[in-house]
C-alpha cells in the first residue's frame, strides 16, 4: 500500500466485494478521500501524519487483500480494520501534533464521523486513552 485513496477499490474491494456500505468503500475510502482533500490545511507536520496514517491504515488490511485466515468475511474486515485505527493515529504521531491539527482533524472527520456510532465512539476512547495531550485539548 502506498497511501493513495485508489487503495479501498482497486484492492480491498476488488478482492473481498462487501459493496457500497462494506468498510472499503464506505469507510476507507471515504475518509481517506476527506483527508486528501483537505491535507492542504494541516500544517507541515499535520501532513505528514495524514500520509502516514493513511500508509498505515492500509496496511493493515493486507491480509484482508491477501485473503488470509480470519479476515475472509466482510464483517471480520470491517472488526479488524476498526481495530487498527487507533494504534495507527497514535503511532504515525497524533499526540505529538499541534492542536490546530487536532482541530482540523476534527473538521475533516466531523462530529458524525467520530461520534456516530459506537464503532466510531471506540476509536475516540481508545485513541484518547493512548494520548493524553489530546484529551486535555477535547476537555
Same mark, same amino acid.
Given at each position: ?11 480491498? @474491494? ?13 469507510? +476507507? ?37 491477501? +485473503? ?9 474486515? @470491517? ?10 493515529? #497514535?503511532?504515525? +504521531? ?14 475533516? #472527520? +466531523? ?10 465512539? #471506540? @476509536? $475516540? $476512547? ?8 489530546? $484529551?486535555?485539548?477535547? #476537555?
Amino acid at each position: 500500500p502506498t497511501g493513495k485513496c485508489s487503495f479501498y477499490a482497486d484492492c480491498l @474491494e476488488a478482492k473481498k466485494k462487501c459493496g457500497s456500505s462494506g468498510y472499503a468503500l464506505d469507510y +476507507g475510502k471515504k475518509y481517506c478521500n476527506k483527508f486528501e482533500n483537505a491535507k492542504s490545511k494541516f500544517t507541515t507536520s499535520g501532513q505528514r501524519w495524514v500520509t502516514k496514517t493513511m500508509t498505515c491504515l492500509q496496511k493493515k488490511l493486507v491480509p484482508a487483500v491477501k +485473503g488470509t485466515s480470519g479476515w475472509t468475511t466482510c464483517d471480520a474486515i @470491517e472488526k479488524k480494520a476498526f481495530a487498527s485505527h487507533s494504534d495507527c493515529y #497514535v503511532s504515525s +504521531g497524533l499526540c505529538d501534533l499541534d492542536p490546530k491539527d487536532w482541530a482540523q482533524i476534527f473538521l475533516t #472527520v +466531523g462530529a458524525g464521523g467520530m461520534f456516530g456510532g459506537i464503532k466510531n465512539l #471506540v @476509536e $475516540v $476512547v481508545q485513541t484518547a486513552d493512548a494520548c493524553f495531550p489530546l $484529551v486535555m485539548w477535547i #476537555v
